[in-house]
Nanobody, 115 residues
Framework: VQLVESGGGVVQPGGSLRLSCAAS????????MSWHRQAPGKGRELVAF????????NYADSVKGRFTIFRDNAKNTVYLQMNRLEPEDTAVYYC?????????WGQGTQVTVSS
């Protein structure tokens, strides 16, 4: 059972990045997927989640209108499209898979927004 994030990096304010999270070892389409982030010195916070079928999504107020979560169940991958990035978005981003009491986390990918 594994989640592997990719797509992080350094970007200027106002720029865009797309994060990917590739899943293996479980039936991806049965799981709710979410993205979380943790900035230096702060706790981990939920950024966005998407239902197992992809029909329902929800976002933190701080990213609404800028970030989009979507998934491709045929590719066992969930994505986070991040537009109009701000310095406050700097954090390690983690994906998470959940189904009932079971959950698994990825190792995280660093996103740095800086001029």
């Amino acid at each position: 059972v594994q989640l592997v994030e990719s797509g992080g990096g350094v970007v200027q304010p106002g720029g865009s990045l797309r994060l990917s999270c590739a899943a293996s070892g479980f039936t991806f389409s049965n799981y709710v997927m979410s993205w979380h982030r943790q900035a230096p010195g702060k706790g981990r916070e939920l950024v966005a989640f998407i239902s197992n079928g992809g029909g329902n999504t929800n976002y933190a107020d701080s990213v609404k209108g800028r970030f989009t979560i979507f998934r491709d169940n045929a590719k066992n991958t969930v994505y986070l499209q991040m537009n109009r990035l701000e310095p406050e978005d700097t954090a390690v981003y983690y994906c998470k898979a959940e189904r009932f009491a079971f959950n698994v986390w990825g190792q995280g990918t660093q996103v740095t927004v800086s001029s």
